[in-house]
C-alpha cells in the first residue's frame, strides 16, 4: 500500500526548518527518501534502514521509527534550493525491490 | 557524462497510435524500471527488468511492453494510445545487489501527451 506523506505542502521563509512525515501501514525495510524539482528527476537523498542510524544529507535529516512504521524528514536552516517535492519510498519485507511512493510534500522556501 | 538517459524527452501523438520510449544507463547497474508520474505526481512503478529478464510487473494495461535487449537498455512501447496514458514516464535503474536498500537513479524523463 502507498505510504501516506504530512503535510501536502509547506511554504518556509528562507532559515526557518520544517519536517516532513512519511507513514505506512506495512512493515518496514526500508524508506528512501527524494526531492524532485519542477521539471526534473526524482533525486536521492538517503535510505533509512530497519534497525539502522539517522542520516544526513547537507543540512537535511531524516529518521526511521520501526515500531510506528515512520519516518520523519527533518530540513533545518532551509535555503532557496531545498525547494521542490519530497517523496518517501518504501520497501516493505516481502516486496523485494519495489519503491512504493507517498503522494509528495510540495515545499516552497521564499526568501 | 549522463548516467540515465531517455529519448525522447517531449513525445506529443494521437489516440490510437503506437510510440517507444528509449532508455540508457552507463552506471553498469543489473536492474532498470519504468515508472509512470502523473497530472498530481503520483510516482508509480510499472516494470523492473534484472539483467534483461522481467522482475516487477505490476497491473500495466498489457497495450505497455517493456523490452530489455541489454542490461544498460530498456524501452518501452506502448500500443494503441489512449488520453489516459498522458504522464511523463521515467526510467531508473540501481544495481540491485542489496533489493531492499539500492538507490534508484532516475533519468530526466519523459513527457507524453496524447491528444
Known amino acids: 500500500q502507498q505510504p501516506v506523506q504530512s503535510p501536502q505542502a509547506v511554504i518556509l521563509r528562507e532559515g526557518e526548518d520544517a519536517v516532513i512525515n512519511c507513514s505506512s501501514s506495512k512493515a518496514l525495510y526500508s524508506v528512501h527518501w527524494y526531492r524532485q524539482k519542477h521539471g526534473e528527476a526524482p533525486v536521492f537523498l538517503m535510505i533509512l534502514l530497519k534497525g539502522g542510524e539517522q542520516m544526513r544529507h547537507e543540512k537535511i535529516s531524516a529518521s526511521f521509527n520501526e515500531k510506528k512504521q515512520q519516518s520523519s524528514l527533518y530540513l533545518t536552516a532551509s535555503q532557496l534550493s531545498y525547494s521542490g517535492t519530497y517523496f518517501c519510498?518504501?520497501?516493505?519485507?516481502?516486496?523485494?525491490?519495489?519503491?512504493?511512493f507517498g503522494q509528495g510534500t510540495t515545499l516552497q522556501v521564499k526568501p | 557524462d549522463t548516467a540515465v538517459s531517455q529519448t525522447p524527452k517531449y513525445l506529443v501523438t494521437q489516440m490510437g497510435n503506437d510510440k517507444s520510449i528509449k532508455c540508457e544507463q552507463n552506471l553498469g547497474h543489473d536492474t532498470m524500471y519504468w515508472y509512470k508520474q502523473d497530472s498530481k505526481k503520483f510516482l508509480k512503478i510499472m516494470f523492473s527488468y534484472n539483467n534483461k529478464e522481467l522482475i516487477i510487473n505490476e497491473t500495466v494495461p498489457n497495450r505497455f511492453s517493456p523490452k530489455s535487449p541489454d542490461k544498460a537498455h530498456l524501452n518501452l512501447h506502448i500500443n494503441s494510445l489512449e488520453l489516459g496514458d498522458s504522464a511523463v514516464y521515467f526510467c531508473a535503474s540501481s544495481h540491485l545487489t542489496d533489493p531492499f536498500t539500492d538507490t534508484q537513479y532516475f533519468g530526466p524523463g519523459t513527457r507524453l501527451t496524447v491528444l
Open positions: 519510498g518504501t520497501v516493505s519485507s516481502g516486496n523485494t525491490g519495489k519503491l512504493i
